[in-house]
C-alpha cells in the first residue's frame, strides 16, 4: 500500500511540473529540468527562504484557484 501511495505522490509532482509549463519551457530536458529544480531548492534554503516559500505558495494557491474557476464557469 506504501508503494502505490508514493507512486501517486510522484505521478502527482510530476503532474505539476507539466501543468507548470516546464516540460515544453525545457524542451523535456531532464538535465535543465533538475538544475531548475536545484536552484529553487537552493533558494529554499538560502537567507531569504521564508519568504520565498511564502511567495510560491501564494502564487501556487492562486494558480489552483484560477484552475478550479476555469473548470467550474458561473
Excluded at 501543468?19 to 536552484?39: C, F, I, M, N, S
Amino acid at each position: 500500500m506504501q508503494r502505490r501511495e508514493r507512486t501517486r505522490h510522484l505521478i502527482e509532482l510530476g503532474g505539476l511540473v507539466q501543468k507548470a509549463g516546464l516540460v515544453e519551457l525545457t524542451d523535456d530536458d531532464r538535465a535543465t529540468l533538475y538544475g531548475a529544480l536545484l536552484d529553487l531548492a537552493g533558494r529554499a534554503r538560502g537567507d531569504d527562504a521564508g519568504d520565498a516559500l511564502t511567495l510560491w505558495k501564494r502564487r501556487g494557491k492562486r494558480a489552483f484557484d484560477m484552475d478550479l474557476g476555469e473548470q467550474n464557469p458561473s
